[in-house]
């Protein structure tokens, strides 16, 4: 008899207990691949969000602090570089380009940069990819502003619109909104999913501009718009593009011993580096932990299939009374936690999408991490493959216990 | 020459932790085509001769031969061969499995026994027809509801399932424990005659224990328990 079709009816028998063990499988699975998923797709997304970029340069900090702030707008800096630094280190011989970008201030919880044209000319993120713009272009004015697509997406901006931008990162209303100076949407960038997404650009004497008088009542923007040295005094890093990568270790040194100001210079790739090696415990830690979770889920259904096996003596004795054998017997419990592991696997899939579509607007909030929804790799499958190879042998132990009971206790009714 | 398909020889049974046995027998055989009517009063042992009969309790000491082949040479696994082969065995307590529905539960021996379910084609074209010609001779026309799980049915209904069951696939022996325990006169009377009638048709043998003195006039063999008793009972 096709021992599947009877351990599938065996188990709708049995549905509310069989229908828990699975759920347990279920949900050890979708941990299990919703960790999975976050290693993977944290390490591609940080990965995309700088590309070419040959040396970043701030105030001497930690590294990755530098490589946070600057790349992911994650912290703050704890300083200030001046313009002059800037001026003259990007005059060097060797540098093909120079980005600076100026934080600090934000938008409804968007950060704002500050920073030239020359952004949208030489940054590249993922593979080399340049921004591009899905409406209107770069700013011009004082006052016009490039939003990145999910700014506009989520605040509903349009070329033209205005916006008021707020001193400091906090919320609106907490912090001084400088709502004596709108900006004017010039442009929307197209989605890259990096933190370009998440930015309001705007020109570093638009930043100055917002800072001028502050503090001092100043109501007229007329008067602000007029002032005729909008030049930027400080910066809070920029990023360097070099002719050639043999350059960078010299000039790496020499940014670090400037005379001036202390100076950090770093490579991206090497501080991104350093960043995986401080995520690599609690990586870790996550994947060990779903995985004594899906051994858990084992250990429930050997125990399930156990305590149900005392109370199916009768079945079984049944079933090899009318012909099956010991071998027929072993095929319905195996196939039995072969079926529970399939189907929790199944639920499992579906589990972790649905709570990744819950909390997807979160990740991307919160941490920036767009997590597709969708079947995964070929890695996880094999842990899959994996789990659902425990399953089958987890229905080899009941299956094992099944035989030695005698066929006559089984059919022997007790009262 | 007589085929004997069960023989006994100085068989000896009794149950774990009985202080004297239960069945004892010195000599008994029955060839192939001969039908056995056992009676005895309640607890008398009949039901643990039958399981003797089908190896599904194994003697204590003395040989048992089914099918002209001594169980005791047998493992369990080839003995649930045997079994699956060749007997159909109605229980006493019908053994329906109850999350299958009442065809299902039928041609459950044709699903573990290649043998009973080339028996099943052979003579009604499919396995499913085979069900369907016990069906319909032991149940009157629209008596049943193909798809009311097995313990919906009412006990006699269920009866007649489990004697279904035992005679799909024209097994060589039938044993039959107390198969119209629960069957009204009309119902007792169809399943007695498709009984004799695959039978006679495959040359089967029997072993009938009944309560139900009518029946044994169906019988040219009869036989009182005590033959099989250690201690005989008045
Ligand atoms: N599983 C068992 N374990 C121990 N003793 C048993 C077991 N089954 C039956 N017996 C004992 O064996 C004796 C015979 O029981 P059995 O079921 O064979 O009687 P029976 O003739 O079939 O009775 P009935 O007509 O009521 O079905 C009884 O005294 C009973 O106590
Ligand atoms: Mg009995």
Redesign the pocket.
Known sequence: MNMLRLAWKSLLNRRSTALLTMLTIAVSVALLLGVEKMRLHARQSFANTVSSTDLIVGARSGSVQLLLYSVFRIGNATNNISWESYREIAALPGVRWAIPISLGDSHRGYRVVGTTRDYFEHFRYANKRRLEFSAGRAFEDTYDAVLGAEVALQLGYQSGDRLILTHGLGADGLAADHSDKPFAVSGILAPTGTPVDRSVHVSLAGIEAIHINWNKIETNPTLARSSSDLRPRAITAFMLGLDSRLLAFKLQREINQYAREPLLAIFPGVALQELWDLMRVGEQALLIISLLVAAAAMVGLLAVSLAALNERRREMAILRSVGASHLHVMGLLVSESALLTAFGIVLGLVLQNAVLLVLQPWLVDQFGLLLPLGLPGAREWATLGGLQLVGILVGLIPAWCGYRNSLADGLSTRL | MNQYLIEIENLRFSWPGATAPLLACDSFCLARGEHLFVRGP??S????L?GLLTGILTPESGRLSLMQQDTANLSATRRDRLRADHIGYIF?QFNLVPYLDLVENIILPCRFSQRRGNNAERTHGSIAAAAEYLLRHLFTEGELDRNAPVANLSVGQQQRVAAARALIGDPDIVIA??PTSSLDFGARERFVDLLFERLEETNATLVF?SHDPTLGAHFKREAGINEFRAQAIT
């Open positions: 309640s607890g042992g009949k039901s643990t039958l006493q424990d107390e224990v």
